[in-house]
């Protein structure tokens, strides 16, 4: 499978190049940047989202799961992107939201049985939201309470309804027509919930990933994690034949077993939070290289950049040992420079603070990094001091680290390197 030992870059299709000076990266703008991955050296890219969305998480709220975002482009500019990347031997991997849709999906309205409601006139038991508050919000329109795994513009679908497991089915059909390769799969571990709809116990503190606000509060037993997750999953293999399938599964390394009965990959997430001391990184990676069939990543959009996580003395110690871990390895767009954290914005566009790990990429010095002709919807961070052009060529680069480590995967000794 080409997958095993790839390495996959990702790709925040606002933040990686824009073609069209409107300051919003697009399709066009990653097609014309597809010689920098054959560059560095990568296997597969993964777009995080593209579908039209109102853009309450950025994507991760779909309005429409066949379609482009007019923002991004087109659908003719996805088949071009797809061309363009196999005629490069790159592979091509979409964001696919399985467990909520974007309020604003004609199904809320058209189908809302597609949904999980509450059986009374209030929430229906004590269950959170990733970001905070309460999972129930009321239905201005109907008046009844649904669920919202994340934010209340997210309402959760009913994986125990047939059409919904068939309308998903179809969704994974229509872009592996178009081409893609394969399909990173968003929180599935929270696609099903328990049938009963019971209460979440109180906490017992052994969950060791971080959990925000009040969702740390809670064990997430009925909430999340349900065996019939895996059934759900089940149907989507189903329909994906052997296209890659890699999971966000939020969960300790001890819970992946099942998931991998129907995925082939799931993210690391131990090591991904993880600090950087020998020990604690050791006991993260030994239990996922067990596993033997974990993706490897340090960072991605949702948290704090690895550059200011582990501070910048560590960036290439930490490449090392990413790509030096036997089996498949993410990277997220930026870190091969060495990106930190950026400043976002005030106010924030994202409720959950994760802004600053997603500005523009920085291609060259000039004062917008070469992402855009225009306004940045985010202000690029230090161009001037950090950029492809600069670090290209230039042999003690931290790109040019990466991309040695990525060229030497074939022919050296992989194993467990730790700082
Ligand atoms: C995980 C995604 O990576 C994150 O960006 C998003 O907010 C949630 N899932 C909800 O889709």
New binding site residues.
Partial sequence: MWWQDAVVYQIYPRSFQDSDGDGIGDLRGITSRLDYLSYLGVDAFWLSPIYPSPLA?FG?DVADYTAVDPQLGTLDDFDELVREAHARGLKVLLDL?P??TSIEHAWFREHPDRYIWSPVDGPANNWKAAFGGGAWSRDEESGRWYLHT?YPE?PDLDWRNPEVVAAMQDVVRFWLARGVDGFRL??VNVIVKDAELRDDPPASGDFPLPLAGESAELDHVYSANRPEAIDALRALREAAGDAFLVG?VYLPTSGYPPYLEVLDLVFAFELLFAPWDRERLREAIEPALELGRVAWVLS???FPRLASRLGPEHVREAATLLLKLPGTAFVYQGDELGLPNGPGVDPPLDR?DRDPFRHPMQWDGSPTGGFTSGEPWLPPIDPAERNVEAQKGDSGSLLEHYRRLIAERESSERGLILP
């Fill in positions: 998480d991760y939201i467990c909520h994340f997210q968003d929180a966000e991605n959009h949702d959950a």
